[in-house]
């Protein structure tokens, strides 16, 4: 293990052999990390903390620390980070608390830039990107593949679906959508998120039904409920039609509008 001799590892931490470890990074008592997994210099890993194989965080991460909640009542909470994650510098990732399920968790193959802050209770799929200083509050939802840009600032509860891409400043109150571009503050709607999902794959015919459903909800002026109805009778047979129908039929804060 390339443990450097500054740094400092609880005896009890399970620290896989193969992990590198920088100066002055500090590892608590209750602490996993999986194999290949690098860690720069100064960073705090420290809670009951999981962390995956091939990870690489920066110096001056914060891991596994108290969430900041006033409720919480130092009770036994969880953070749980997946695998090939880049974690860069000054990131803060606080562990779940009591009230909000008790665990923090980050899927796979995310990148989460410079100052971004994940607080208590949320979690971040697979493959999502937060860019620099992007911040999210407690008990919030991050779909699969989702982009949140510089700066951005997401209310606590909210749900972002996946392939969503919210623009750098955004403030978001409200419910994103799956596969929809949204900016602002407070944040609106500008359609679909045509250029993500045709670098994703999706063909044309998924994106041009995509795109009705969307008028359909968004501009046609009809009730919701009339229009979620009319649109699973049309597309509902299409698997992401059916997602982002759902998806806005279970929000309980409301969708970006």
């Known amino acids: 293990m390339n443990i450097h001799p500054s740094a400092i590892v609880d005896p009890k931490a399970q620290v896989d052999p193969s992990v590198t470890i920088g100066p002055y990074t500090t590892i608590g008592a ?4 999986g194999k290949d ?3 720069g210099s100064h960073v705090v890993i420290d809670g009951w903390t999981e962390i995956g194989e091939g990870n690489k965080i920066f110096p001056f991460a914060s891991i596994g620390m108290e969430p900041q909640d006033l ?4 009770e036994k909470t969880f953070v749980k980070i997946g695998s090939h994650n880049v974690v860069r510098e000054y ?8 009230t909000g399920g008790g665990t923090t968790t980050i899927g796979d193959h995310a990148y989460l830039m410079a100052y971004v802050h994940v607080a208590h209770d949320c979690k971040v799929g697979n493959k999502v990107i937060m860019a620099n200083a992007a911040t999210l509050a407690g008990c919030i939802d991050i779909g699969d593949h989702a982009i949140l840009g510089g700066l951005v600032a997401v209310h606590q509860f909210v749900r972002v679906g996946s392939y969503a891409m919210i623009g750098g400043c955004s403030a978001v109150a409200q ?3 799956p596969y929809v571009t949204v900016a602002g503050n407070h944040a609106k709607l500008y359609g679909l998120n045509s250029v993500g999902l045709k670098r994703h794959g999706f063909s044309n015919d998924q994106i041009r039904k995509l795109k009705a459903v969307y008028k359909l909800l968004f501009r046609s002026g009809m009730p919701q409920r009339e229009a979620i109805k009319q649109g699973r009778e049309q597309w509902g047979d299409v698997s992401e039609v059916a997602q982002f129908l759902a998806f806005i039929e279970n929000s309980k804060r409301g969708v970006c509008r």
């Open 91 to 98: 990131v803060t990732i606080h562990r779940g608390t009591g």
């Open 71 to 74: 409720k919480f009542k130092d």
């Open 30 to 33: 209750h602490v996993k990390i």
């Open 37 to 39: 997994t690098q860690i």
């Open 175 to 177: 419910d994103v959508p």
